[in-house]
């Protein structure tokens, strides 16, 4: 009898280390493709960023330690393409997070012609942003035959050419027309998840309209609002081809991920230094990604 | 066709100190209908989902019909659940929710359609074999649910609430039919509820779990008329039975002031036990109103008149506090808030030990 | 089922009022046809002759088919319209295969049979996504000039689908999460194998969020410019980078630049109207839950 016991025992845990191969087997796949194109490159570019390595050159890499890193903040490119960075990523995040919230709220409201109108209104996210980019600046932006232009001449103000003049402003403006349909649809999706019986609840108690939406509507989007600042953030930190169709090179509007391939593969051959600007990058991304993660924590909390 | 025995079987789950099955021992009969019932976190779902599978049995052993399933996966036991909210597969017909089992186990595609058109004729679902679940009211989806598992003839049934989502009169009708359904296939079933009313109406014998420890098993009215413990005694009964602590004093107990008569059987039982404060119980049907002045004063509180018989709670004072006892009255009754009354017992009264058990 | 039906539906915040209610509509109509007002521009300036688009705005003109036909027939030497398009074609469609079939057994582990620590998994996926490109977009072009996949369809391939998968194993975990576990203990109970529950049971349920999801990776994988135009920048490259090199640097090129860019972009403006009501719960209702 006593042999029976452990052996049963024995078999509990053969079966249960068997149940735990099975469960993590699905997931190796894809997690050792996501190491090996992603974690492993970016040791890579940690180790770059401790050497002098150029690729235009046969000089062998030289490891140098953290000069490079001890050097950025003497370099004014470096700093003013960061700090575009942090401008453009700030602006187009806050816009487009404050248009689509307007346009979800116009959207979840009963009207002829609403499903067209959303149509419409989510196209923009499914443009391709170099298409995005070229439209606006030779079509919107352009000083002679941009429609922007031609409207303000007819109330009587003179052509701007705005890439040239305001070249920020003018890719966070597009930015913002193409993230404002994305952030509208996870808006959307959170105001009609609302439970009506707790609106109702609000108007009955007498809750005014913005009452009601300051203090139940608003805490019940939070969340939406939060994971939208996050994936938006996530991906407009990274922009690349809006600058590089509507103000290419231009001093005022390049930013991190636009200066660091300008001075790697796009030419500049300075993989070494370079490398040091992209570990910067990383850690400010890992520093909101920080946050973020909080915040998505908080979304899992309730569904283990 | 099948006996079912559990064997010492308990369920730790990782993490915890505590088992939420602890050393379940049980023999349930062939062709027997047992409920598990008890409080939620009782362990009465994990025991079932023990029996079917989807639980580890980390010590112990199960057996059906004398065969050891401890480590069986579900599918090899021979066994069909009906689950609380049905579990219907979505993108399958009525038909092929209850054709499924038999597709997997490879039955002619002939045979499988004979046996689902005589569970649905059982069950009345004929009409509806083509639609899918979401075109079906909650009570036929409780049918499809049940006809998934008598297609197959298993050996038992199990059922993890299979009531509680149905409204208060569907609950009650189903119950009855599901009782006549169990009589008539004469299978072992093991049904798992925590409405005590459910449990003692439909079980043949009924397993009363708390804390994940089996406190008594036995038939209906053995249940109601002898608890075991102060536990079994308060969850079973509604209204529940009046349980009161009560001060021994010179070898007597007093409810309210007014001694209660014992029988000598249990008088020398309670003095075996050591002690001073035991658990007196009353079930409200043997408490009555008196006119004649000897017994427990109190005040009427509130009056449940339910037509048919009455229910009122009498506050009373009892060892210096005040408490409430239950009265049953058949019929309608005259009193209303306010009145004031005197109770006697007038029935059997049951004395619980200072650790909980019946003595 | 409870499960699959959704809350009553609120009632709108904005107007109570009748008036205000018809003054609103107006106005977002007037939003609605103002956002897309310069992708009508586009559409528009695509059927004039280059005289005309490059001139002054207007509305009235007679529309040619000509810039179409040019830019499709034209070869500028590096890449043309039917190479760009197949091109595309092929590394969008391999690389959305390849996401799906390495994220579905992942998402089905994180939710349908969670191991221990499954959130750490999960947030391991999504915090890749944290990774700038540019943190690794100088080893990636190392290794792939070392193996020869610069200027390859091959590398883009691999580097959409590790691009996407991110996102994907992310929306389909939360999709998965929606199928309740009964379902699959009855299915275990009903004699039904491992792979068997993923196809009979599963999969039709969370199909629509497939669906979602991989379309959403088309998205991505078709617009994306930046690797395509760094890694592979000629003859094997996609769509965007074929619109890009439409800029000519003399001459007049709008018109024909506005035609590139709606052939570019139509296929994944009318696959996202098509199935735009399953991709915002496969967006945002997926990610919440």
């Given at each position: 009898m006593a042999t029976a016991v452990i052996s049963h025992e024995e078999e509990v845990r053969r079966l249960q280390r068997r149940e735990g191969w099975r469960r993590r087997l699905p997931i190796l796949p894809a997690l050792l493709f996501t190491i090996a194109v992603t974690q492993i490159p970016f040791l890579f570019t940690l180790f770059y960023s401790l050497t002098d390595w150029r690729i235009d050159t046969v000089d062998p890499r030289q490891f140098i330690g953290v000069e490079n890193y001890t050097s950025l903040s003497g370099d004014k490119f470096f700093l003013d393409a960061a700090w575009v960075t942090v401008k453009m990523t700030v602006m187009a995040v806050l816009g487009s997070l404050i248009v689509g919230t307007g346009l979800a709220l116009l959207l979840d409201r009963k009207f002829f012609g609403q499903g067209f109108i959303r149509t419409l209104l989510i196209t923009p996210f499914l443009v391709m942003p170099v298409v995005a980019g070229f439209m606006w600046k030779t079509?919107?932006?352009?000083?002679?035959?941009g429609v922007i232009n031609w409207v303000l001449n007819t109330v009587g103000i003179d052509s701007i050419e705005f890439a040239t003049k305001y070249p920020l402003a003018s890719v966070v403006v597009v930015l913002i027309w193409q993230w404002s349909p994305f952030m509208m649809l996870i808006i959307l999706a959170g105001l009609q998840g609302q439970d009506a019986s707790v609106l109702e609840a609000a108007r009955v108690d007498g809750a005014t309209s913005w009452g009601t939406f300051r203090q139940i509507t608003f805490p019940q989007l939070r969340p939406f609002l939060e994971l939208g600042t996050l994936l938006g953030a996530i991906y407009l930190i990274q922009v690349y081809d809006h600058i590089e169709v509507i103000v290419g090179g231009q001093p005022g509007a390049k930013n991190l991920p636009f200066y660091i391939a300008q001075r790697s593969i796009g030419g500049g051959n300075r993989f070494g230094l370079a490398s040091s600007y992209s570990i910067i990058v990383v850690i400010a991304s890992i520093i909101i990604a920080n946050i973020g993660l909080r915040v998505l924590s908080g979304l899992l909390e309730d569904d283990s | 066709m099948a006996e079912v025995r559990y064997e010492a079987a308990s369920r730790l789950y990782p993490g915890s100190e505590i088992p939420a099955v602890n050393e379940l021992n049980l023999d349930i009969a062939d062709g027997e209908l047992l409920v598990l019932v008890g409080p939620s976190g009782s362990g009465k779902s994990t025991a079932l989902r023990m029996l079917a599978g989807l639980e580890t049995v980390t010590s112990g052993s199960i057996h059906i019909n004398d065969v050891d399933?401890?480590?069986?996966?579900?599918?090899?036991?021979?066994i069909a659940m009906v689950f609380q909210n049905y579990a219907l597969y979505p993108s399958m017909t009525v038909a092929e929710n209850m054709g499924f089992a038999l597709k997997q186990a490879k039955v002619s595609k002939e045979q499988r359609a004979e046996q689902v058109r005589e569970a649905a004729r059982i069950l009345d679902l004929e009409p509806y074999?083509?639609?899918?679940?979401?075109?079906?009211?909650g009570g036929q989806r409780q049918r499809v649910a049940m006809g998934r598992a008598i297609v197959r003839s298993p050996q038992v049934f199990l059922m993890d609430e299979p009531l509680s989502n149905l409204d208060a009169k569907l609950r009650v009708q189903t119950r009855t039919e599901l009782v006549d359904l169990q009589d008539r296939l004469d299978t072992t079933m093991v049904y798992v509820t925590h409405d005590q009313v459910e449990a003692m109406t439909m079980g043949h014998r009924v397993a009363v779990l708390k804390d994940g420890i089996l406190q008594q098993v036995a038939s209906p009215r053995e249940l109601y008329r002898r608890p075991k413990n102060r536990f079994v005694a308060g969850f079973i009964g509604s209204p529940a039975m009046n349980l009161l602590d009560v001060d021994r004093a010179d070898g007597q107990f007093a409810l309210a002031g007014t001694t209660i008569e014992l029988t000598d059987e249990m008088r020398a039982a309670a003095a075996a036990v050591d002690g001073t404060t035991f658990g007196v119980g009353v079930r409200p049907e043997h408490l009555k109103f008196t006119s004649s002045g000897s017994g427990i004063a109190g005040e009427v509180s509130v009056v449940e008149a339910l037509g048919s018989e009455s229910f009122l709670h009498v506050k009373v004072q009892h060892e210096g506090r005040e408490q409430v006892l239950v009265v049953h009255e058949a019929g309608d009754t005259e009193l209303v808030r306010g009145d004031n009354v005197t109770i006697v017992v007038d029935g059997p009264v049951h004395v619980f030990s200072p650790d909980g058990e019946s003595v | 089922m409870a499960i699959f039906t959704r809350a009553p539906k609120a009632e709108p915040i904005l107007g109570q009022n009748r008036l205000v209610a018809a003054l609103l509509g107006l106005l977002t109509w007037f939003i609605g046809l103002l956002f897309f007002f310069p992708l009508f521009w586009l559409v528009l300036n695509g059927f004039k002759e280059e005289s005309v688009a490059n001139a002054?705005?207007?509305?009235?003109f007679d529309p040619t088919l000509d810039r179409f036909s040019e830019v499709t027939e034209a070869?500028?030497?590096?890449?043309?319209f039917a190479e760009a398009f197949g091109n595309s074609f092929w590394i969008v469609l391999i690389s959305t295969v390849l996401v799906m079939i390495l994220a579905v057994p992942a998402a089905y582990a994180l939710a349908i049979r969670p191991m221990r620590k499954w959130r750490d998994v999960l947030f391991f996926f999504i915090s890749t996504k944290f990774l700038p490109i540019v943190g690794v977009i100088m080893p990636i072009w190392i290794i792939a000039r070392d193996l020869n996949l610069l200027g390859t369809r091959t590398v883009l391939v691999v580097l959409y689908t590790a691009m996407n998968l991110p996102l994907a194993v992310w929306m389909l975990r939360s999709f998965f999460a929606e199928v309740p576990k009964e379902l699959i203990e009855a299915a275990q109970i009903d004699g039904c194998s491992l792979l068997g529950q993923l196809r009979q049971v599963i999969l039709p349920i969370v199909a629509p969020g497939l669906a979602a999801t991989a379309l959403l990776c088309v998205i991505f994988a078709w617009n994306e410019f930046f690797f395509a135009i760094q890694l592979n920048p000629t003859g094997a490259s996609t769509m965007p980078v074929w619109v890009n090199s439409q800029?000519?640097?003399?001459?007049?090129?709008l018109a024909g630049l506005s035609a590139a860019s709606v052939l570019a972009t139509l296929p994944v403006v009318v696959a996202g109207w098509v199935a735009q009501k399953r991709m915002i719960r496969g967006l945002a209702m997926g990610a919440i839950k």
């Amino acid at each position: 009898m006593a042999t029976a016991v452990i052996s049963h025992e024995e078999e509990v845990r053969r079966l249960q280390r068997r149940e735990g191969w099975r469960r993590r087997l699905p997931i190796l796949p894809a997690l050792l493709f996501t190491i090996a194109v992603t974690q492993i490159p970016f040791l890579f570019t940690l180790f770059y960023s401790l050497t002098d390595w150029r690729i235009d050159t046969v000089d062998p890499r030289q490891f140098i330690g953290v000069e490079n890193y001890t050097s950025l903040s003497g370099d004014k490119f470096f700093l003013d393409a960061a700090w575009v960075t942090v401008k453009m990523t700030v602006m187009a995040v806050l816009g487009s997070l404050i248009v689509g919230t307007g346009l979800a709220l116009l959207l979840d409201r009963k009207f002829f012609g609403q499903g067209f109108i959303r149509t419409l209104l989510i196209t923009p996210f499914l443009v391709m942003p170099v298409v995005a980019g070229f439209m606006w600046k030779t079509q919107m932006f352009n000083a002679t035959f941009g429609v922007i232009n031609w409207v303000l001449n007819t109330v009587g103000i003179d052509s701007i050419e705005f890439a040239t003049k305001y070249p920020l402003a003018s890719v966070v403006v597009v930015l913002i027309w193409q993230w404002s349909p994305f952030m509208m649809l996870i808006i959307l999706a959170g105001l009609q998840g609302q439970d009506a019986s707790v609106l109702e609840a609000a108007r009955v108690d007498g809750a005014t309209s913005w009452g009601t939406f300051r203090q139940i509507t608003f805490p019940q989007l939070r969340p939406f609002l939060e994971l939208g600042t996050l994936l938006g953030a996530i991906y407009l930190i990274q922009v690349y081809d809006h600058i590089e169709v509507i103000v290419g090179g231009q001093p005022g509007a390049k930013n991190l991920p636009f200066y660091i391939a300008q001075r790697s593969i796009g030419g500049g051959n300075r993989f070494g230094l370079a490398s040091s600007y992209s570990i910067i990058v990383v850690i400010a991304s890992i520093i909101i990604a920080n946050i973020g993660l909080r915040v998505l924590s908080g979304l899992l909390e309730d569904d283990s | 066709m099948a006996e079912v025995r559990y064997e010492a079987a308990s369920r730790l789950y990782p993490g915890s100190e505590i088992p939420a099955v602890n050393e379940l021992n049980l023999d349930i009969a062939d062709g027997e209908l047992l409920v598990l019932v008890g409080p939620s976190g009782s362990g009465k779902s994990t025991a079932l989902r023990m029996l079917a599978g989807l639980e580890t049995v980390t010590s112990g052993s199960i057996h059906i019909n004398d065969v050891d399933v401890t480590l069986k996966p579900p599918q090899d036991r021979d066994i069909a659940m009906v689950f609380q909210n049905y579990a219907l597969y979505p993108s399958m017909t009525v038909a092929e929710n209850m054709g499924f089992a038999l597709k997997q186990a490879k039955v002619s595609k002939e045979q499988r359609a004979e046996q689902v058109r005589e569970a649905a004729r059982i069950l009345d679902l004929e009409p509806y074999l083509d639609r899918k679940p979401k075109n079906l009211s909650g009570g036929q989806r409780q049918r499809v649910a049940m006809g998934r598992a008598i297609v197959r003839s298993p050996q038992v049934f199990l059922m993890d609430e299979p009531l509680s989502n149905l409204d208060a009169k569907l609950r009650v009708q189903t119950r009855t039919e599901l009782v006549d359904l169990q009589d008539r296939l004469d299978t072992t079933m093991v049904y798992v509820t925590h409405d005590q009313v459910e449990a003692m109406t439909m079980g043949h014998r009924v397993a009363v779990l708390k804390d994940g420890i089996l406190q008594q098993v036995a038939s209906p009215r053995e249940l109601y008329r002898r608890p075991k413990n102060r536990f079994v005694a308060g969850f079973i009964g509604s209204p529940a039975m009046n349980l009161l602590d009560v001060d021994r004093a010179d070898g007597q107990f007093a409810l309210a002031g007014t001694t209660i008569e014992l029988t000598d059987e249990m008088r020398a039982a309670a003095a075996a036990v050591d002690g001073t404060t035991f658990g007196v119980g009353v079930r409200p049907e043997h408490l009555k109103f008196t006119s004649s002045g000897s017994g427990i004063a109190g005040e009427v509180s509130v009056v449940e008149a339910l037509g048919s018989e009455s229910f009122l709670h009498v506050k009373v004072q009892h060892e210096g506090r005040e408490q409430v006892l239950v009265v049953h009255e058949a019929g309608d009754t005259e009193l209303v808030r306010g009145d004031n009354v005197t109770i006697v017992v007038d029935g059997p009264v049951h004395v619980f030990s200072p650790d909980g058990e019946s003595v | 089922m409870a499960i699959f039906t959704r809350a009553p539906k609120a009632e709108p915040i904005l107007g109570q009022n009748r008036l205000v209610a018809a003054l609103l509509g107006l106005l977002t109509w007037f939003i609605g046809l103002l956002f897309f007002f310069p992708l009508f521009w586009l559409v528009l300036n695509g059927f004039k002759e280059e005289s005309v688009a490059n001139a002054s705005p207007t509305l009235i003109f007679d529309p040619t088919l000509d810039r179409f036909s040019e830019v499709t027939e034209a070869n500028s030497g590096l890449l043309s319209f039917a190479e760009a398009f197949g091109n595309s074609f092929w590394i969008v469609l391999i690389s959305t295969v390849l996401v799906m079939i390495l994220a579905v057994p992942a998402a089905y582990a994180l939710a349908i049979r969670p191991m221990r620590k499954w959130r750490d998994v999960l947030f391991f996926f999504i915090s890749t996504k944290f990774l700038p490109i540019v943190g690794v977009i100088m080893p990636i072009w190392i290794i792939a000039r070392d193996l020869n996949l610069l200027g390859t369809r091959t590398v883009l391939v691999v580097l959409y689908t590790a691009m996407n998968l991110p996102l994907a194993v992310w929306m389909l975990r939360s999709f998965f999460a929606e199928v309740p576990k009964e379902l699959i203990e009855a299915a275990q109970i009903d004699g039904c194998s491992l792979l068997g529950q993923l196809r009979q049971v599963i999969l039709p349920i969370v199909a629509p969020g497939l669906a979602a999801t991989a379309l959403l990776c088309v998205i991505f994988a078709w617009n994306e410019f930046f690797f395509a135009i760094q890694l592979n920048p000629t003859g094997a490259s996609t769509m965007p980078v074929w619109v890009n090199s439409q800029q000519k640097f003399q001459g007049q090129f709008l018109a024909g630049l506005s035609a590139a860019s709606v052939l570019a972009t139509l296929p994944v403006v009318v696959a996202g109207w098509v199935a735009q009501k399953r991709m915002i719960r496969g967006l945002a209702m997926g990610a919440i839950k």
